[in-house]
C-alpha cells in the first residue's frame, strides 16, 4: 500500500520503521528538514519537506495516489486538519493521533463527521495498561484479547521459584491450570514455548489466561500477589491525568509530584480526592517525605526517560513495591534490560502496534480479521488476535492436521463468551476469535501460518 505518515517524532519514526519493513510504500512528512532527511535515510523511503496540512505539500507525497494518510504530529489540530485535507481531497483512509484529554469524548464524533478510520490516544492508552498492571502486580506487562476476557502477562521468574528446571510439559502436569506459555526471553535470545523447553530463574515468561486463570496459576507456583493499595506518580502530564482518573475510581489512593505549580492547580481542581504536590520530582528529599519507600507502587511519567530510569531506580532501592516507568526512546531498551526494572511502558510502541494492525487488517485477503496486535521481546516475537471467517483454510479441521510453519503457537480460542485452550483435537469454527503468537513472521491473515 501507498502510506503517508505526517510527523517524523517518536510514533511517526517507529511506524515508517515497521511499515517500510512489511513492504508498504511509505512517505513521511514534517516542517522539520533535518527529521525527514533521518528517518527518510534511515529507511530508505521517500521524505518530503513542508507543512502537511497543507493540500500542496499532500499532493507533493502523493496523497492522490495513497491508500492512507497517518498523521503523528505533536499537536492534535494539526492531525485533524492533515485528516480532513486527505479526505476531501484524496478520500484516502486517515488516522489520527489525539492526545488532549478534551478531545478523547468528541473521538466518535470525529470519526462520524470527518470521516476518520480511526482516533488513537497514546496517552490514554498507556494509563490503561499501567492500570491493568497496577491491578495485577505480579506481571511485568499485561496485553488484553477478546475484549478482555483473556490477557496476555509476562513474568520474571523468581529466584528459587519452584518453576525453576521445570519443562513446560512438567508445570502443565503438576499445576493444572488453564494457562497456555507462549514466549520465554533468555539473555538476548527469543523463544515460543513448547512442551520441552525447561523454565530457568530470571527468564522472562509469557502466558495467556482468563484473568481467574491467571490468578489461579500464580497461587499454584507460590508467585505472591500482593494487591496495589496506593501509588506516587511523578510527573503530571496526559498519562498521569487518565491514569488518576483510573485509578481512583478503582478505589487506589494517588499522590501526584509536579514540579509546575500552574500544573497542579489543573490538576487538584479534576481531581479532589488525590494528593497534588508541587515539588521537583528528583528531589530525594521530597520523595522520602512524600513516603516512597512505604507506598505500594510508584510510577514515573516525567517528559525525560533519563529521569524516568533513575526515579525508577531510586524507589525501587528505596522499598517501593511495584515500580513503573514510562520510556519513549528504543535506544534505551539495551539499557534498561540490564536494570532490573520492574515494568516499564512504550506509549509509542502501543500507538503503533493499534496502527500497524488496521493496515494489516486492510490487507487480509483470506477470511479472517485481525483485530489486535502486540509486539513482544523487543520485537523478536508478536501476537496477534483475528477474528476467522467462513472460507478461511484454517477452519474445520483438528489442529493437529494443520501444517503449521516453524515458530507458530496457536495460543488461545475465543468461542462466544467461551474461552478454549487449544488441544490437538481442537476444531476452529467461523466467527472464533484465535490469538497465535509468532516469531519472525508477519501475520497479515490467520492463514499465513499454515506452511
Do not use: W
Not at 313 to 333: C, H, L, P, Q
Not at 398 to 425: F, N, Y
Amino acid at each position: 500500500m501507498n502510506i503517508i505518515i505526517v510527523g517524523c517524532g517518536k510514533v511517526g519514526e517507529v511506524l515508517a520503521a515497521q511499515l517500510n519493513k512489511e513492504g508498504h510504500n511509505v512517505t513521511v512528512v514534517d516542517e522539520r528538514a533535518d527529521k525527514v532527511k533521518a528517518v527518510a535515510n534511515k529507511y530508505d523511503i521517500m521524505g518530503v519537506i513542508g507543512n502537511g496540512a497543507c493540500r500542496s505539500t499532500q499532493i507533493e507525497a502523493g496523497v492522490d495516489s495513497t491508500d492512507l494518510l497517518i498523521a503523528v504530529t505533536g499537536t492534535d489540530e494539526v492531525n485533524l486538519l492533515c485528516c480532513l485535507v486527505a479526505k476531501k481531497s484524496a478520500n484516502c483512509r486517515t488516522i489520527a493521533r489525539l492526545k488532549n484529554p478534551d478531545y478523547n469524548i468528541d473521538a466518535p464524533y470525529f470519526k462520524g463527521e470527518l470521516g476518520l478510520s480511526m482516533v488513537i490516544n497514546p496517552e490514554l492508552a498507556a494509563a490503561r495498561e499501567i492500570a491493568r498492571i497496577l491491578n495485577f502486580p505480579s506481571a511485568m506487562k499485561i496485553e488484553t484479547f477478546a475484549k478482555g476476557r483473556v490477557e496476555l502477562l509476562t513474568f520474571k521468574i523468581p529466584d528459587g521459584n519452584r518453576l525453576h528446571g521445570m519443562s513446560v510439559k512438567e508445570v502443565a502436569m503438576k499445576f493444572k491450570t488453564d494457562v497456555t506459555f507462549c514466549t520465554i526471553e533468555r539473555d538476548d535470545d527469543a523463544f515460543i514455548a513448547n512442551g520441552n523447553f525447561v523454565f530457568a530463574e530470571r527468564d522472562l515468561v509469557s502466558i495467556i489466561a482468563s484473568p481467574a486463570s491467571a490468578k489461579d496459576f500464580f497461587s499454584k507456583i507460590d508467585y505472591k500477589i500482593q494487591p496495589i493499595k496506593d501509588t506516587i506518580i511523578v510527573g503530571g502530564g496526559s498519562i498521569a491525568y487518565y491514569l488518576t482518573d483510573i485509578l481512583l475510581r478503582s478505589g487506589i489512593s494517588v499522590k501526584i509530584i509536579e514540579k509546575n505549580r500552574e500544573r497542579c492547580h489543573e490538576l487538584a481542581s479534576e481531581f479532589e480526592h488525590a494528593v497534588i504536590i508541587n515539588g521537583d520530582p528528583t528531589d530525594e528529599d521530597i520523595l522520602r517525605e512524600e513516603g516512597i519507600g512505604s507506598v505500594s507502587s510508584f510510577v514515573a511519567l516525567t517528559g525525560l526517560d533519563e529521569e524516568n530510569i533513575l526515579l525508577s531506580i531510586f524507589a525501587k532501592n528505596s522499598g517501593s513495591r511495584k515500580v513503573i516507568t514510562k520510556v519513549n526512546r528504543i535506544e534505551y531498551d539495551n539499557i534498561t534490560s540490564q536494570l532490573d526494572l520492574d515494568s516499564i511502558v512504550h506509549p509509542k510502541n502501543i500507538t503503533a502496534d493499534t496502527i500497524i494492525s488496521y493496515v494489516r487488517a486492510m490487507n487480509n485477503s483470506s477470511g479472517s480479521n485481525i483485530e489486535t496486535l502486540y509486539n513482544l521481546i523487543n520485537g523478536k516475537a508478536e501476537a496477534a488476535e483475528f477474528t476467522v471467517c467462513e472460507g478461511s483454510p484454517i477452519i474445520g479441521k483438528p489442529l493437529m492436521e494443520l501444517k503449521l510453519k516453524p515458530d507458530v503457537l496457536i495460543a488461545t480460542l475465543q468461542r462466544g463468551r467461551a474461552q478454549i485452550s487449544p488441544r490437538g483435537h481442537t476444531v476452529i469454527e467461523p466467527g472464533d476469535s484465535v490469538v497465535i503468537v509468532t516469531k519472525g513472521i508477519t501475520l497479515n491473515d490467520a492463514a499465513d501460518i499454515l506452511a
